[in-house]
Structures are given as structure tokens and as C-alpha cells.
């Protein structure tokens, strides 16, 4: 079986959540506060709505700003980490999180041109 980070994983935001329960996504957003223990962190979208994300383990770095999360999407509407990178932002340049929201709109609105799914040969 292969594992979550070889499968294709739709681009979501919070909204979009509860639609994507025990599935694998990826989930982009700032982030807003850091649990004491290290193995929670909350993050905020381009809608300005936010997420869990859970980790297995406590966090090693200090975590701030853009971050790219790809989990499996708890019955709870969490998000449970797999792996998560940190996206510098260089040179003054933010993140426009609202324009990538956007982005994913046109995504999920057109989804004949932004297939998730590998088909299967045969």
C-alpha cells in the first residue's frame, strides 16, 4: 500500500474539511499559536478560518509564518501531520494567502483540469 506522501492529496482550506474526512490533503496556512506541549499548532487560512493540525511528535523548531501540512483529516475535523514544511517567505515578499485561496477555488471548481486521482493502468 502506498504511503500518504506517494498519493495524490487535494489542496484544501477549512472550509473544505469536512469533506476530506479519512483522506490525505495537503493544507497550506499561517501559522497562529503553537501549543505548550509542541504536538498541536493551530493555522489560518486564506479565509481567515482556522485548523488543528496534531503531530506525532513535539515540535523540534520553533514554527512561525507560511506552513504546508500533509495529513490524513481526523473525524474530528483535524488535521493529523504527517509532515509539515515551512515556506520562507524572502525578500519582503509575503505569502498571499487570499490569492492562493482563490486558487484553490478555481481548483475545485474545475476539477476535469486538476485531477486528484491517479487513474489506474490497465
Do not use: W
Amino acid at each position: 500500500m502506498a504511503g500518504i506522501l506517494d498519493v495524490p492529496k487535494p489542496r484544501i482550506n477549512c472550509s473544505m474539511l469536512s469533506q476530506f474526512i479519512n483522506r490525505a490533503v495537503c493544507f497550506v496556512g499561517r501559522v497562529e499559536k503553537v501549543h505548550p506541549t509542541g504536538k498541536m499548532f493551530t493555522v489560518m487560512d486564506g479565509e481567515g478560518k482556522t485548523a488543528t493540525v496534531e503531530l506525532n511528535e513535539p515540535l523540534q523548531e520553533e514554527l512561525s509564518g507560511i506552513v504546508e501540512v500533509i495529513g490524513m483529516v481526523s473525524n474530528k475535523g483535524e488535521i493529523m501531520a504527517s509532515t509539515y514544511s515551512l515556506l520562507r517567505e524572502d525578500k519582503g515578499v509575503p505569502f498571499d494567502l487570499e490569492l492562493y485561496n482563490e486558487a484553490l477555488k478555481v481548483i475545485h471548481d474545475f476539477p476535469q483540469h486538476y485531477p486528484f486521482q491517479v487513474a489506474a493502468s490497465g
